[in-house]
C-alpha cells in the first residue's frame, strides 16, 4: 500500500489533489486542520492536511482478475441460458425416445450439420436396436460411410511426384509440409525436395530452409510457375517426392488465388493437397472451400485438431466434398503431430465423449 500526505488550503483542493495524484481508487485514511505562519497566535492561516494511501498493483490485479471471472461467469450462464432455450425450442428432439435425444443433443453440439443429425436419429429409430452400444455402433458405420478411407501421399520410387499444398493464411502448409518432409525423407528414406513459391514474406523461406537444413535435403525458391517447371525438370529431376508451399492466400483475395492457380498447374504438379484448420468457423470452411475450388484440389488436409473441441465439420465437409482426407494434424511439433486420416479416428474424434 502507498500512503502519502497532502496539504492544501481547504478539504476541496486537497482531495482534489489526492485524486489527481492516486486515481479514483485512493482511500482517505485521516484529514486534519493545523495552523501556519503568523505571530503569537495572529495573522496564521488554516491548513488541511490529508493522509491517503492507494491499495497496490497486485491487490487492483486481483479486482481485475475477479472483475474478469465475474464476467466469464454471467456469460457462462447466459450461454447456458440460450443452450437451455435452444433444446425447448427443437421440436424435433422433444419427440424423441430418451436413449436418441442424448445422442442427437451430442451430435449437434459437436456442430454436425442439425439435417443430417435429424437425418440420422431416424436411421438408428428405425433400425429398432436399443442399448446405447449398439446404436453407437450403427452411428460409427453410418459416419464411416461419409468419411471414407484415408488417401495420403504415396510415393512410387521409379517415378516423381509433385505434390502441391494450398490454404489459408496461417493454416499450417509449412508446418505440415516440414512434418510430411521429415517422415518421407528419414523414416522411408524416400528422395524428398522441397520448393516454395511463398516468396510474399522473407521469414516464409527462412522457415522452410531451417527444416530443410535440418533435415538435410535440398530448397529452392521459385518465383513464376517456368521456375517452378524448370526446377522440378531440372534441379529435382532424380528425386522421388517434391513437396511444393506456397503463400498463404486470404479466401477473399482473388489476385492472390489467381497467382496460386498458375503453380497449380497439372502441367507440373501431380496432387494438390487443401489445407482447412479445424479452428475455423464452419461457416468459413465453406467460403474457403467454395473460393479455392478454381485449384482444383485433390484432396483435404485437416490442420489443428488440438486446438478445437467440436468436430462436426469433419462430416459436414465430407458430405458436401466428396476429395478424399489425406492426413490430419494435431499440434506444433515436427515431425511428430501428423497422421494419414483413417476414419476410426476422425470418428472417434466426433464421438469420443459419447463412447465413454
Ligand atoms: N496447434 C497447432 N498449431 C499448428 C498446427 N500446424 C501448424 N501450427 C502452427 O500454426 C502456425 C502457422 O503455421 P505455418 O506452417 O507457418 O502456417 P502457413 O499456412 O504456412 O502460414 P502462411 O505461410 O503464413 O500462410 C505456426 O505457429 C505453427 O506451429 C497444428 O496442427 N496444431
Ligand atoms: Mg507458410
Redesign the pocket.
Known amino acids: 500500500m502507498r500512503v502519502k500526505k497532502y496539504v492544501g488550503d481547504t478539504i476541496q483542493d486537497t482531495i482534489f489533489k489526492v485524486k489527481a495524484d492516486l486515481g479514483p481508487d485512493a482511500i482517505i485514511l485521516n484529514t486534519r486542520k493545523y495552523k501556519q505562519g503568523g505571530f503569537m497566535g495572529l495573522f496564521s492561516r488554516t491548513k488541511v492536511e490529508v493522509l491517503a494511501a492507494l491499495e497496490d498493483k497486485k491487490t487492483s490485479h486481483r479486482d481485475e482478475n475477479s472483475e474478469k471471472a465475474l464476467k466469464e461467469i454471467n456469460n457462462l450462464k447466459k450461454m447456458v441460458q440460450a443452450m437451455n432455450e435452444k433444446w425447448e425450442s427443437d421440436s424435433f428432439l422433444n419427440k424423441l425416445p430418451d436413449n436418441l435425444s442424448s445422442i442427437y443433443k451430442y451430435l449437434v453440439n459437436q456442430r454436425v450439420d442439425k439435417g443430417y443429425c435429424q437425418e440420422l436419429m431416424k436411421k438408428l429409430k428405425n433400425a429398432s436396436v436399443d442399448s446405447q452400444k449398439s446404436l453407437i455402433s450403427l452411428l460409427e458405420r453410418k459416419l464411416n460411410q461419409v468419411i471414407g478411407n484415408p488417401e495420403p501421399i504415396r510415393v512410387n520410387r521409379n517415378e516423381q511426384k509433385v505434390v502441391l499444398f494450398a490454404?489459408?493464411?496461417?493454416?499450417?502448409?509449412?508446418?505440415?509440409i516440414a512434418k510430411l518432409a521429415a517422415r518421407f525423407a528419414l523414416d522411408k528414406e524416400v528422395k524428398v525436395g522441397l520448393i516454395t513459391a511463398?516468396t510474399y514474406?522473407i521469414a516464409?523461406v527462412q522457415?522452410l530452409q531451417t527444416y530443410s537444413d535440418i533435415i538435410n535435403i535440398p530448397l529452392h525458391v521459385v518465383y513464376n510457375e517456368r521456375e517452378l517447371s524448370q526446377i522440378i525438370r531440372d534441379k529435382l529431376k532424380k528425386y522421388q517426392l517434391i513437396l511444393v508451399?506456397t503463400?498463404?492466400s486470404s479466401w477473399n483475395d482473388q489476385l492472390q488465388l489467381g497467382r496460386l492457380k498458375k503453380f497449380a498447374s497439372r502441367n507440373y504438379v501431380d496432387e494438390i493437397h487443401l489445407?482447412i484448420s479445424m479452428s475455423t468457423k464452419s461457416e468459413d470452411i465453406k467460403g474457403i472451400l467454395k473460393k479455392f475450388s478454381i485449384i482444383k484440389p485433390d484432396k483435404l488436409l485437416l490442420?489443428?485438431?488440438?486446438?478445437t473441441t467440436t468436430y462436426g465439420d469433419i462430416v459436414n465437409i465430407k458430405r458436401e466434398y466428396k476429395l478424399p482426407y489425406s492426413y490430419i494434424?494435431?499440434?506444433?511439433d515436427v515431425p511428430d503431430?501428423i497422421k494419414p486420416a483413417r476414419k476410426e479416428e476422425l470418428i472417434q474424434y466426433i464421438l469420443g465423449d459419447l463412447n465413454g
Not at 490442420?303 to 486446438?307: A, F, G, I, S, V
Not at 494434424?329 to 506444433?332: D, I, K, L, R, S
Open positions: 490454404g489459408p493464411t496461417g493454416v499450417g502448409k509449412t508446418t505440415t511463398d514474406r516464409a522457415q508451399d503463400a498463404g489445407l490442420t489443428k485438431l488440438d486446438e494434424t494435431y499440434g506444433q503431430d
